[in-house]
């Protein structure tokens, strides 16, 4: 009876993951198909890899994106790695429960929502203060930053949860001062939350189309929205290419996280 | 004497360490506070108070709430319903939402359908096996999400790959039109958000007590009944919270629609978008993005409270 079972869940789960990889894999074979009709076969070929770097407007596009990327996650993981702390450090304040609610509600708030409000927050401080003057890149950053900033707080304070306080009770009974209490021993302990915090921040940033589309001016796009208006005409071999890129560069990023997660979890189970 | 002075400068230098720490710690909660304050909770102030303008051919194109006409001296105050009254008035828009909600709801259940077992294998495997199964259900998460859409793009078209297998395996004979239909949009919804849907699934999973099962089984519960009657109800946090990870984002989905669905499948979030993007609507965008965020703030409220408990 209960091998029966536990067969069914393999074949049900096996199918769930097949689901999961089978678009990626094709989407990866045909990256290298020669024809030009992106569903039929001709045959092995780095064609449309040269042609995704041949792409001017792809390329620079993704310049734009990479560095909208890069400060975006800096910033947010600063700030959300500050309101982390505070959410699971510090006892009652004035607007804790706003604070839970702020870092939160930015996890589910449909994207759509989310650029349209900070789209007309933009346009009503220029009219009022002529700042920010125009949209472009610092508005998309703002934008970026914000949302990323949630997760990065996230998982900054889940790791505090699971984190020993004595650690801290103990150098603060030693007389450390509160900043070089937090510089020299909890930064170090939650540094891998924060650096998964700043790559997941990162990524988030370099695949955000719509919020992108409100808050960016003129002259402005970022690789999604490149993309998007490329594939809304139809499949297209180079993003093909470009997909498979991102794919191989995600695997490693992700896989090198895990390995090392693995062994600093093995390595604190040991010290325990 | 002396002793008294040195208790003072002492006294006098924990006041001054106290208050020190006192506007650090303020200053450590503010920061973030201002930042969420300005750019997440004033904004949908922005959209409420836009939402009650008239759309007008200018920059910005909305009419202002307050007017101050400086020749008579008199400050006007003009608020407009009329984009709410059109939201109910019209079938299009109410329309929009109950489609929106029907294909989240449905999407919602089939991703709870799939990753349930996905999430449950993971639970239930060795450690080394589940920190590898737990990297392939992570991986997609990280890799984009237009582009995964857009794998979907290439496979269910016409002379798609899902279409060959099918006239292959002479299950048709003629190619199906999968691609811009409702069918698509569901596959694409399921298929994007069900990394959201397996992780929390698959913490509460993680944390049941397995001896529960056994005991129930000893007691004489078939496979099935100790599944219904001691499994599911142990991961009811985890299925709500899973489950409302995909549905309040699917609700006002845009891109899966825009690049998968049809011209007819009618979702709010594209409605927004249109409403923004092309008819240069924004009081009656502000208006949709409103009832949207009245539509969707239990639910929200819901994870955030979940979240809070965690804590």
Known sequence: MKQGNSLTLKFMSGAGFVFLYAPIIAMIVYSFNDSKLVTVWGGWSLKWYAELFRNEQIMSAAWVSLKIAFISATLASVLGTLAGFVLSRMRKFVGKAMLTGWVTAPLVMPEVITGLSLLLLFVSLENMFGWPAGRGVMTIVIAHTTFCLAYVAVVVQSRLASLDETLEEAAMDLGAKPTSLFFLITLPLIAPAIISGWLLSFTLSLDDLVIASFVSGPGNSTLPMVIFSKVRLGVTPEVNALATLMIVAVSIAVIAAIVILHRQSRYNDVNK | ?311
């Open chain 2, 1 to 311: 004497m002396m002793s008294e002075t040195t208790i003072d400068k002492k006294k006098h230098r924990l006041t001054w360490r106290l208050s020190e720490l006192r506007l650090g710690r303020a200053a450590v909660i503010l920061v973030p506070m201002l930042w969420l304050a300005a750019f997440f909770f004033i904004p949908f102030l922005v959209v409420f108070k836009i939402s009650l303008a008239e759309a007008v051919i200018a920059i910005p194109p909305y009419s202002p709430l307050l007017q101050w006409d400086s020749s008579s001296a008199y400050l006007t105050f003009k608020i407009n319903f009329g984009n709410y009254l059109y939201l109910f008035e019209s079938r299009f828009y109410l329309d929009a939402y109950l489609s929106s909600l029907k294909i989240a709801a449905i999407s919602t259940f089939f991703a709870l359908l799939i990753g349930f077992p996905i999430a449950y294998l993971i639970a239930r495997s060795g450690p080394t096996k589940r920190i590898i199964l737990l990297a392939l259900v992570i991986l997609p998460f990280w890799t984009s999400f237009l582009l995964r859409v857009y794998a979907w793009m290439v496979l269910l078209r016409k002379d798609g790959l899902v279409n060959d297998v099918l006239m292959a395996t002479g299950l048709i004979d003629q190619p199906l039109q999968i691609l811009q239909t409702e069918f698509a949009v569901y596959l694409g919804i399921v298929y994007t958000y069900l990394p959201f849907m397996i992780l929390p699934l698959y913490t509460s999973l993680e944390k049941m007590d397995l001896n529960l099962i056994d005991a129930a089984q000893d007691l004489g519960a078939k496979p099935y009944q100790s599944f219904f009657l001691v499994t599911l109800p142990l991961a009811k946090a985890g299925i709500i919270a899973g489950c409302l990870l995909v549905f309040i984002p699917a609700v006002g989905e845009y891109v899966i629609p825009a690049l998968l669905g049809g011209s007819d499948t009618l979702m709010i979030g594209r409605v927004l978008w249109d409403e923004f993007f092309q008819n240069r609507d924004w009081p009656m965008a502000s208006a949709v993005a409103v009832m949207m965020l009245i539509v969707l703030v239990g639910p929200i409220m819901y994870v955030r409270n979940s979240n809070k408990e965690v804590e």
